[in-house]
T-cell receptor, first 111, second 108 residues
Framework: SQTIHQWPATLVQPVGSPLSLECTVE??????LYWYRQAAGRGLQLLFY??????ISSEVPQNLSASRPQDRQFILSSKKLLLSDSGFYLC??????????FGQGTRLTVV | RKEVEQDPGPFNVPEGATVAFNCTYS??????FFWYRQDCRKEPKLLMS???SGNEDGRFTAQLNRASQYISLLIRDSKLSDSATYLC?????????FGAGTRLTVKP
């Protein structure tokens, strides 16, 4: 069966520090991969999605970047965090038009 | 215009009530549709897929109207355990968009 791993679960980082969140999927090949951010009490904002290795689509101008170095690995990064980067970050995968499955999320607090 | 718009809520209903959520989408080429449930501080989880013919799962019924570009979720006989945020999802060529979510609170 397919599983998705996302870590860390919780992160507190100072303003200006770098960020790296990792997501990996098991049990499937060539998944579509997604990064979402959810601010407190708000909906999910699509940040990036990827349909293949090295293929990244960015949704909004922001302080973040994404990379897909391997088929089942998706990384969210920042060189210098801002206070506004705080939020709940969710990685997800699906097989195209099928339903998406989420990792357990990373709660990031920038202080 | 947002790609996926959802009833803002919140909905506060007594146990046993019937409640309906609606969601509209802007891209007529959208291919698949879902309702997700999200509990506080947790990841969203699939509640049900939505088909043009309509589909039912116990107390939950989902409908899709492609002509009017909206999807709906009906919950009958609400339970306390139904309290959560409900998110509609529209998938268009690998691009999955979520509505902002509607918060439901079922009270005794």
């Amino acid at each position: 069966s397919q599983t998705i791993h996302q870590w860390p679960a919780t992160l507190v980082q100072p303003v200006g520090s770098p960020l790296s969140l990792e997501c990996t999927v098991e049990g499937t090949s060539n998944p579509n991969l997604y990064w979402y951010r959810q601010a407190a009490g708000r909906g999910l904002q699509l940040l990036f999605y990827s349909v293949g290795i090295g293929q990244i689509s960015s949704e909004v101008p922001q302080n973040l970047s994404a990379s897909r170095p391997q088929d089942r690995q998706f990384i969210l990064s920042s060189k210098k965090l801002l206070l506004s980067d705080s939020g709940f970050y969710l990685c997800a995968w699906n097989g195209g038009t099928t339903e998406a499955f989420f990792g357990q999320g990373t709660r990031l607090t920038v202080v | 215009r947002k790609e996926v718009e959802q009833d803002p809520g919140p909905f506060n209903v007594p146990e046993g009530a019937t409640v309906a959520f609606n969601c509209t989408y802007s891209n007529s080429a959208s291919q698949s549709f879902f309702w997700y449930r999200q509990d506080c501080r947790k990841e969203p989880k699939l509640l049900m897929s939505v088909y043009s013919s309509g589909n039912e799962d116990g107390r939950f019924t989902a409908q899709l109207n492609r002509a009017s570009q909206y999807i709906s979720l009906l919950i009958r006989d609400s339970k306390l355990s139904d309290s959560a945020t409900y998110l509609c999802v529209v998938n268009t060529y690998n691009d999955m968009r979520f509505g902002a979510g509607t918060r439901l609170t079922v009270k005794p």
